[in-house]
């Protein structure tokens, strides 16, 4: 039983995927900084954990985008993959930081948490990256002369974009605290994923509240992330796919940063590796000072990987 406390991180359900119709949403349910907001209607196939038995599922899920800084010289589409109990609306400082470097940030929330529909104990990380690659498709822009793609994943995202590196479905990957060694976690708590508490109010990135506060809240969702966290520490990433890892220290309790690298050290050797040793879990909503050295590392990656 003691497995199943372990996980904090989310994805969709598994393989076919079709995009039907939108509903475009009032700013107030993304926030002023998205461009574009809206329902996306998708259909996709669910596995089940224990019988492998598929049915097809039909949900609408929250997605947009943020565009480059208007007068900025485009550098290329950021697909953004979140965490358990995350949301598209709790990264704003990441994302305007990358849209002032020139990019456009592509997200979506996964099922049963944000803005989406659903049930989050149907979803699975090969699942999320079917869904990123419909999102993709669908904002993407220029991809005539911007084909690269990037996709940056934190926590249960890192895992699913490492799991992208590796069917080939990620031309580059940014992985923060990247879900491949979870630690044992009983609660999801806001304190617990940044030491900033940001006493600003309207400082606070995160506008959307934890979706659930345990994994044991949904348990068939942990126990394929425990299983897809065991097989991700043989998988094995082309040399070609350029790749950056930031970690915290030992503070972090969702994932253990040591045998992550030491994994990542053995299977992806040729990727970057970065420690913030006193961050907690969420490094990209840490304490300025932190933050502001994740942001600039993140867009110097992404400056000499362009393509």
């Known amino acids: 039983m ?38 996306v209607d998708v259909t996709t196939t669910f596995s089940h954990i224990i019988t492998r038995q598929k049915k097809p599922l039909h949900v609408k899920v929250r997605a947009g985008y943020i565009d480059a800084k208007s007068g900025t010289k485009f550098q290329g589409n950021i697909l953004y993959f979140q965490g358990l109990a995350d949301s598209m609306r709790n990264h704003n400082h990441l994302f305007t930081r990358l849209s002032q470097a020139g990019y456009q940030v592509i997200a979506f929330d996964y099922m049963g948490q944000g803005g989406s529909e659903g049930m989050m104990d149907n979803t699975r990380i090969p699942g999320i990256v079917e869904i990123g690659n419909q999102i993709w498709d669908l904002y993407a822009r220029d991809t005539a002369y911007y084909s ?3 996709i940056l994943g934190w926590s249960t995202g890192g ?23 979870p630690r044992t976690v009983i609660s999801i708590t806001e304190k617990s994923l940044t030491s900033d508490q940001y006493p600003k109010a309207d400082d606070n990135p995160h506008l959307d509240p934890i979706s659930v506060h345990s994994p044991l809240q ?9 299983s897809m966290a065991k097989k991700s520490r043989e998988w094995k990433i082309p040399d070609q796919i350029p790749g950056y890892v930031l970690l915290s220290g030992q503070e972090d309790k969702y994932v253990d940063a040591e045998e992550t690298q030491k994994t990542l050290s053995e299977n992806a050797p040729h990727f970057k590796h970065h420690v913030y040793a006193g961050a907690l879990h969420e490094i990209d909503n840490e304490i300025l000072g932190i933050r502001e050295k994740v942001y600039r590392r993140i867009i110097r990656f992404l400056n000499k990987t362009q393509r």
């Open 159 to 181: 895992l699913a974009a490492y799991y992208a590196a590796k069917e080939g479905q990620a031309d580059r990957v940014i992985l923060i605290a990247p879900g491949i060694v």
């Open 148 to 150: 690269q793609k990037t």
């Open 218 to 226: 949904v348990v068939d969702f942990a126990l394929h992330l425990l």
């Open 2 to 39: 003691k497995t199943l406390l372990v996980l904090m991180w989310l994805g969709l359900s598994s393989e076919a995927l079709a995009i039907d119709s939108n509903e475009t949403l009032p700013v107030s349910a993304c926030g002023k900084i998205w461009t574009r907001c809206e329902l």
